[in-house]
């Protein structure tokens, strides 16, 4: 299953997400003109179980590169397909993740998810020599809190069947499930040889989950509200999907549209689908200047229909985000 995009809205620019995606990007830069076979790089910067509990080993470390080895794995990749299908997925579910936790809090709460992940992976492995690299870790934490968050968010996913392309909409909470009994499969069946880290996911996806729980004991100190003012996205999304609902009995129908608090005052063009089966898939919605919270928005014509031919009509609840 490969993940396309979910449905999930952000209201605020992911600027550590792209951050983390930037530094890893600029470490698979140096790491294609160092080569990926050079065994003595990755054993340097790469999380390798036997530095610490092997003693013939671990003398020719440092204790700074020790430490360090624990937080450098996790921007090391193996390969091409390796560093995409990891900043695919942490372009995918980091940005809401983000958003939850504030900036400064998901920084802390990736880098403590891959370290997690490494703990985990060298608890199975305790003597193993071979390196770990690789973000799969830190974000598996990431959708560790996602399905915790967003069970209910859409994920489009591309299921390839031999040849043919089949997209669906799956539930994050069946998606991530599914991802997640997967590794666990892979970790105590016949992939736990294959050279995959499984339970540095399994570690990594269970620490994001529990860090969730976590986060709401720790007190605010208004610095990531401070941070969001700057973050704070000035636009909702140009399409967004209506869920439409129906008074028995009535053939109109009424719905939310999501605005930001800058939209609100300058106005704004909207594209709406409403999966109805209407006659018009996508619909314009002219936002006018000035609409306050709750100022209901008549699309003509586009509620139920009878037989008869007559029509109802459907009134979007405009919802303003980041109102200030």
């Known amino acids: 299953m490969i993940p396309i995009r979910d449905n999930q809205p952000s209201y ?54 020790q430490f360090l080895s624990v937080f450098s794995y996790m921007f090391l990749h193996g390969g091409f397909l390796h560093f995409m299908g990891n900043m695919w997925s942490l372009y995918i579910f980091g940005d809401n ?19 997690i992940s490494g703990f985990f992976h060298f608890l199975t492995n305790p003597a193993s020599s071979m390196p770990t690299i690789g973000a799969s870790g830190a974000i598996a934490g990431v959708m560790g809190a996602y399905f915790l968050l967003f069970p209910k968010s859409k994920i489009l996913t591309l299921i ?52 969730v729980k976590f986060n709401t004991r720790v007190p605010e100190t208004g610095l990531n509200k401070k941070i969001g003012q700057y973050t704070a996205r000035k636009h909702t999304p140009k399409l967004q999907m209506i869920t439409p609902l129906n008074e028995t009995g009535s053939l109109d129908l009424s719905g939310n549209i999501e605005v930001t608090t800058i939209e609100s005052i300058t106005g704004a063009q909207k594209l709406v689908t409403i999966p109805w089966g209407f006659y018009k898939p996508l619909y314009k919605v002219k936002i006018p200047p000035g609409v306050k919270q709750g100022t209901k928005l008549k699309l003509k014509g586009m509620g139920k229909s009878t037989a008869a031919g007559l029509k109802g009509d459907m009134y979007l609840t405009v919802n303003i985000k980041n109102a200030i």
């Open 12 to 65: 605020s620019l992911p600027v550590v997400t792209y951050f983390l995606m930037a530094v890893n990007l600029l470490v698979f830069i140096v790491q294609i003109q160092i080569g990926f076979d050079n065994q003595a790089f990755f054993y340097t910067y790469g999380l390798v179980p036997a530095k610490y509990s092997v003693p013939e080993m671990s003398k020719y470390f440092s204790t700074a590169n």
């Open 97 to 115: 993740v983000e958003e939850h936790f504030g900036s400064l809090r998901f920084l802390g709460f990736y880098l403590i998810c891959g370290t």
């Open 160 to 211: 390839p069947i031999i040849i043919i392309p089949w997209f669906v909409e799956i539930p994050a909470f069946i998606f991530l499930g599914i991802w997640f009994f997967m590794q666990v499969l892979n970790a105590t069946g016949s992939g736990a040889g294959a050279g995959i880290a499984w339970w540095a996911h399994i570690g990594g996806f269970a620490a994001g989950f529990l860090m």
